[in-house]
Protein backbone atom coordinates (compact mmCIF):
# COMPACT_ATOMS: atom_id res chain seq x y z
CA UNK A 1 0.00 0.00 0.00
CA UNK A 2 1.55 3.51 -1.26
CA UNK A 3 1.09 6.02 1.71
CA UNK A 4 2.76 8.63 0.40
CA UNK A 5 0.60 11.90 0.36
CA UNK A 6 3.24 14.10 -1.77
CA UNK A 7 3.25 14.54 -5.63
CA UNK A 8 6.58 13.71 -7.26
CA UNK A 9 7.27 17.23 -8.02
CA UNK A 10 6.54 18.26 -4.51
CA UNK A 11 8.45 15.88 -2.72
CA UNK A 12 11.58 16.97 -5.19
CA UNK A 13 11.06 20.19 -4.32
CA UNK A 14 10.92 19.63 -0.75
CA UNK A 15 14.06 17.70 -0.76
CA UNK A 16 15.72 20.47 -2.58
CA UNK A 17 14.52 23.21 -0.13
CA UNK A 18 15.72 21.31 2.99
CA UNK A 19 19.01 20.78 0.90
CA UNK A 20 18.84 24.18 0.75
CA UNK A 21 18.69 25.22 3.93
CA UNK A 22 21.50 22.87 5.30
CA UNK A 23 23.21 25.32 2.57
CA UNK A 24 22.41 28.32 4.53
CA UNK A 25 23.07 27.22 7.54
CA UNK A 26 26.84 26.79 6.55
CA UNK A 27 26.85 29.86 4.97
CA UNK A 28 26.22 31.23 8.05
CA UNK A 29 28.12 29.12 9.58
CA UNK A 30 30.70 30.08 7.62
CA UNK A 31 30.50 33.63 8.10
CA UNK A 32 30.13 33.33 11.73
CA UNK A 33 33.19 31.85 11.87
CA UNK A 34 35.03 34.74 9.38
CA UNK A 35 33.17 37.44 12.11
CA UNK A 36 35.08 35.75 15.17
CA UNK A 37 38.15 35.23 13.13
CA UNK A 38 38.21 38.76 12.55
CA UNK A 39 37.38 39.92 16.62
CA UNK A 40 33.82 40.23 15.82
CA UNK A 41 32.16 38.30 18.73
CA UNK A 42 28.80 40.03 18.41
CA UNK A 43 28.19 39.30 14.82
CA UNK A 44 29.93 35.88 15.30
CA UNK A 45 27.11 35.08 17.97
CA UNK A 46 24.33 36.51 15.97
CA UNK A 47 25.40 34.45 12.91
CA UNK A 48 25.85 30.88 14.86
CA UNK A 49 22.62 31.62 16.18
CA UNK A 50 21.20 31.48 12.64
CA UNK A 51 23.07 28.90 11.25
CA UNK A 52 21.50 26.87 13.83
CA UNK A 53 17.59 28.90 13.12
CA UNK A 54 18.91 27.30 9.78
CA UNK A 55 19.75 23.72 10.28
CA UNK A 56 16.40 23.78 12.61
CA UNK A 57 14.26 24.88 9.32
CA UNK A 58 15.98 21.73 7.63
CA UNK A 59 15.02 19.30 10.39
CA UNK A 60 11.21 20.96 9.84
CA UNK A 61 11.48 19.81 6.02
CA UNK A 62 12.94 16.28 7.08
CA UNK A 63 10.25 15.71 9.56
CA UNK A 64 7.61 16.70 7.55
CA UNK A 65 8.57 14.86 3.95
CA UNK A 66 9.32 11.74 6.20
CA UNK A 67 5.07 12.60 8.29
CA UNK A 68 3.29 12.78 4.26
CA UNK A 69 5.11 9.52 3.62
CA UNK A 70 7.47 10.61 1.55
CA UNK A 71 10.82 10.14 0.67
CA UNK A 72 14.12 12.12 2.71
CA UNK A 73 17.01 12.62 -0.59
CA UNK A 74 20.01 13.73 1.60
CA UNK A 75 22.32 15.07 -0.68
CA UNK A 76 25.59 17.08 -0.76
CA UNK A 77 25.69 20.47 0.34
CA UNK A 78 27.53 22.94 -1.42
CA UNK A 79 30.08 25.22 -0.16
CA UNK A 80 29.11 28.33 1.16
CA UNK A 81 31.45 29.84 -1.07
CA UNK A 82 34.02 33.03 -0.55
CA UNK A 83 34.49 34.78 3.26
CA UNK A 84 33.04 38.23 2.93
CA UNK A 85 35.23 40.94 2.27
CA UNK A 86 33.83 43.15 5.31
CA UNK A 87 30.90 43.31 7.80
CA UNK A 88 28.87 45.21 5.08
CA UNK A 89 29.70 42.83 2.06
CA UNK A 90 28.72 39.83 5.16
CA UNK A 91 25.55 41.29 5.72
CA UNK A 92 24.70 42.34 1.55
CA UNK A 93 25.11 38.34 1.32
CA UNK A 94 22.95 37.57 4.05
CA UNK A 95 20.23 39.81 2.30
CA UNK A 96 20.76 38.14 -1.04
CA UNK A 97 20.57 34.80 0.44
CA UNK A 98 17.65 35.40 2.15
CA UNK A 99 15.77 36.56 -0.86
CA UNK A 100 16.68 33.74 -3.17
CA UNK A 101 15.52 31.44 0.03
CA UNK A 102 12.12 33.21 0.19
CA UNK A 103 11.85 32.93 -3.73
CA UNK A 104 12.29 28.71 -3.26
CA UNK A 105 9.43 29.13 -0.47
CA UNK A 106 6.96 31.04 -2.90
CA UNK A 107 7.94 28.88 -5.45
CA UNK A 108 6.52 25.42 -3.13
CA UNK A 109 3.98 27.35 -2.04
CA UNK A 110 2.57 28.05 -5.72
CA UNK A 111 3.42 24.28 -6.26
CA UNK A 112 1.36 22.97 -2.95
CA UNK A 113 -1.42 25.87 -4.29
CA UNK A 114 -1.45 24.57 -8.15
CA UNK A 115 -1.66 20.88 -7.04
CA UNK A 116 -4.18 21.59 -4.35
CA UNK A 117 -2.22 19.90 -1.91
CA UNK A 118 -3.41 21.72 1.28
CA UNK A 119 -1.82 20.30 3.89
CA UNK A 120 1.69 21.60 1.98
CA UNK A 121 0.31 24.58 1.55
CA UNK A 122 -0.54 25.04 5.41
CA UNK A 123 2.97 23.85 5.85
CA UNK A 124 4.97 26.66 4.24
CA UNK A 125 2.57 29.51 5.62
CA UNK A 126 5.26 29.03 8.62
CA UNK A 127 8.20 29.25 5.85
CA UNK A 128 6.36 32.35 4.24
CA UNK A 129 6.55 34.47 7.98
CA UNK A 130 9.52 33.53 9.02
CA UNK A 131 11.23 34.34 5.85
CA UNK A 132 9.50 37.77 5.66
CA UNK A 133 11.16 38.04 9.24
CA UNK A 134 14.55 36.81 7.82
CA UNK A 135 14.34 39.32 5.13
CA UNK A 136 13.50 42.11 7.27
CA UNK A 137 16.07 41.37 9.95
CA UNK A 138 18.94 41.09 7.22
CA UNK A 139 16.96 45.10 5.81
CA UNK A 140 17.13 46.16 10.08
CA UNK A 141 21.31 45.00 10.09
CA UNK A 142 22.01 46.84 6.57
CA UNK A 143 20.31 49.75 7.69
CA UNK A 144 22.45 49.89 10.75
CA UNK A 145 25.19 49.38 9.00
CA UNK A 146 24.41 51.98 6.48
CA UNK A 147 24.33 54.22 9.11
CA UNK A 148 28.03 53.22 10.58
CA UNK A 149 29.22 53.86 7.10
CA UNK A 150 28.01 51.23 5.14
CA UNK A 151 31.57 49.70 3.32
CA UNK A 152 33.58 52.67 4.55
CA UNK A 153 32.36 51.95 8.70
CA UNK A 154 34.95 52.86 10.99
CA UNK A 155 36.61 50.39 13.81
CA UNK A 156 34.54 52.54 16.27
CA UNK A 157 30.97 51.85 14.45
CA UNK A 158 31.91 48.31 13.86
CA UNK A 159 32.66 48.02 17.09
CA UNK A 160 29.25 48.95 18.43
CA UNK A 161 27.71 47.16 15.77
CA UNK A 162 29.52 44.33 16.78
CA UNK A 163 28.28 45.25 20.76
CA UNK A 164 24.64 45.55 19.26
CA UNK A 165 24.31 42.20 17.60
CA UNK A 166 25.94 40.58 20.68
CA UNK A 167 22.66 41.11 21.92
CA UNK A 168 20.00 41.48 19.39
CA UNK A 169 17.36 39.25 19.46
CA UNK A 170 16.77 36.81 16.45
CA UNK A 171 13.28 37.66 15.42
CA UNK A 172 12.64 40.89 13.61
CA UNK A 173 9.37 42.88 14.25
CA UNK A 174 7.44 42.36 11.32
CA UNK A 175 5.11 45.17 9.56
CA UNK A 176 1.88 42.77 10.70
CA UNK A 177 2.59 42.69 13.91
CA UNK A 178 2.54 46.49 14.15
CA UNK A 179 -0.21 49.10 15.33
CA UNK A 180 -1.32 52.80 15.86
CA UNK A 181 -0.30 51.54 20.08
CA UNK A 182 2.90 49.48 19.25
CA UNK A 183 4.79 50.37 16.42
Known amino acids: MNTNRLSDQLAKALNDQM ?25 ANFLFRHSS ?7 KFLEYILKRGGKVAVTAIPAPGPDPLSVNDCFEKVFTSEVE ?4 IYSIVDMSLQEKDWATWNFMQWFVKEQTEEETMALDLLAKIRKAGGANANDDA ?3 LDNDLASTPDDAVLAQDTSVTNP
Open 101 to 104: NTSN
Open 158 to 160: LYN
Open 53 to 59: EERNHMM
Open 19 to 43: TNEAHNAQIYLSYAAWASDKGYDGI
